[in-house]
Nanobody
């Protein structure tokens, strides 16, 4: 059974940093486009950042451009989200997503809570 396991969430003060990790198992990681989504209370889930299968192309939501960086290590089956200059508005549950264009199928992690508060 495919698993995506996120880690690295927590409580941080405004202006601080966190690095989220998502490690996959039982899938051919290198063919999947990997993304981070987030969902704040009372809001819809939104795309934060994504990276293509070989890591050559990334895209970001306007709200996180210049502050967040997505990267991946295919040898470790892991995708990262480096989050800097965090703001209270970044508070949400962050979810890892793996999408295969050829299979037209996506997997989701269980989510990790990020809380930005003083």
């Amino acid at each position: 059974q495919v698993q995506l396991v996120e880690s690295g969430g927590g409580l941080v003060q405004p202006g601080g940093s966190l690095r989220l990790s998502c490690t996959a198992s039982r899938l051919t990681f290198s063919i999947y486009r990997m993304s981070w989504y987030r969902q704040a209370p009372g809001k819809e889930r939104e795309l934060v950042a994504s990276i293509n299968s070989d890591g050559a192309s990334t895209n970001y939501a306007d709200s996180v451009k210049g502050r967040f960086t997505i990267s991946r290590d295919n040898a470790k089956y892991t995708v990262y989200l480096q989050m800097n200059s965090l703001e209270p508005e970044d508070t949400a549950v962050y979810y890892c997503n793996a999408f295969s264009i050829s299979l037209n199928y996506a997997y989701w992690g269980q989510g990790t809570q990020v809380t930005v508060s003083s």
